[in-house]
């Protein structure tokens, strides 16, 4: 029973430590860098209108064996 405690306590300061390396590593860092970036979907231009027509791919002439 002493020996859980004392492993939940040591676990806890392992965790308290990383997270105070973390965020001392990230003060420099601009808020809101942390979102993964928007995927277009495929065939929309850069205006943006995402009318979502997809084409079909074009088959091979020859298939090489």
Do not use: C, Y
């Not at 002493?2 to 997270?19: D, L, N, P, V």
């Not at 065939?43 to 027509?53: F, L, T, V």
């Amino acid at each position: 029973m002493i020996a859980q405690m004392r492993a939940i306590g040591r676990a806890a300061q392992k965790e308290t430590r990383k997270s105070m390396r973390d965020r001392e590593r990230r003060v420099h860092l601009p808020a809101g860098t942390d979102t993964a970036p928007t995927l277009k979907p495929p065939g929309a231009d850069e205006a943006g209108s995402g009318n979502g027509a997809v084409h079909a791919a074009v088959p091979f002439d020859d298939i090489e064996e």
